[in-house]
Antibody, heavy 127, light 110 residues
Framework: EVQLVESGGGLVRPGESLRLSCAASGFSFSSYSMTWVRQAPGKGLEWVSS????????DYADSVKGRFTISRDNVENSLYLQMNNLRAEDTALYYC????????????????????WGQGILVTVSS | QSALAQPASVSGSPGQSITISCAGT?????????VSWYQQYPGKAPKVIIY???KRPSGISNRFSGSKSGTTASLTISGLQAEDEADYYC??????????FGGGTKLTVL
């Protein structure tokens, strides 16, 4: 069974840093791209960042670019999100998710979607 | 990276069909087959119910179906049931190598 367990959240002041972790089990972690998605209280989902299986390609939402860094440890089966210079608007529940690929033999297209999600970890940025 | 446009709310009676639209642009929904839909109950993590525009994961009812026309994707739920009351989000890959979600639609079963 695929399991993703986030940790590392908490209450911090604006400008401070926090490092989130996501422990993966039940699948071959090193074979999958991984993603962080966040959800502000009472709001919708927002994609934050994704990293490929080999940690060689990383993408970020404009709202966090330059402040957040995604990384992974394929030996420890863990995904990380280093969050620096945190702002009030970063307050959210942060989910880690697995990127699952699907190859359509009829069209030749390979697509991705987020097929497994953790339970989320709350990050609160407030003075 | 503007969010995809979804209606804030839709409603229907049990047994009816409803459709939730997801309007994007030529650089996201219109350009890629990486369009998926997620169902989220209050206090729970999202769950994928449609991927690759039209595909259903194992275990998802065939009452859920997806489609796309141009830059707009749609999720249709037929034979509405009380348990379908939830928030629904669409998502698409973009030409900037990022992902974008819709603003979410709250489905109320009357």
């Amino acid at each position: 069974e695929v399991q993703l367990v986030e940790s590392g959240g908490g209450l911090v002041r604006p400008g401070e840093s926090l490092r989130l972790s996501c422990a993966a089990s039940g699948f071959s972690f090193s074979s999958y791209s991984m993603t962080w998605v966040r959800q502000a209280p009472g709001k919708g989902l927002e994609w934050v960042s994704s990293v490929d299986s080999g940690d060689s390609s990383r993408d970020y939402a404009d709202s966090v670019k330059g402040r957040f860094t995604i990384s992974r440890d394929n030996v420890e089966n863990s995904l990380y999100l280093q969050m620096n210079n945190l702002r009030a608007e970063d307050t959210a529940l942060y989910y880690c998710a697995r990127d699952k690929s699907y190859y359509d033999v009829l069209t030749g297209f390979q697509t991705y979607h987020f097929d497994s999600w953790g339970q989320g970890i709350l990050v609160t940025v407030s003075s | 990276q503007s969010a995809l446009a979804q209606p804030a709310s839709v409603s229907g009676s049990p047994g009816q069909s409803i459709t939730i639209s997801c309007a994007g642009t030529s650089t996201d929904v219109g350009a890629y087959a990486d369009v998926s839909w997620y169902q989220q109950y209050p206090g729970k993590a999202p769950k994928v119910i449609i991927y690759a525009v039209t595909k259903r994961p194992s275990g998802i009812s065939n009452r859920f179906s997806g489609s796309k026309s141009g830059t707009t994707a749609s999720l249709t739920i037929s034979g509405l049931q009380a348990e379908d009351e939830a928030d629904y989000y669409c998502s698409s890959y973009t030409s900037s190598s990022t992902w974008v979600f819709g603003g979410g639609t709250k489905l109320t079963v009357l």
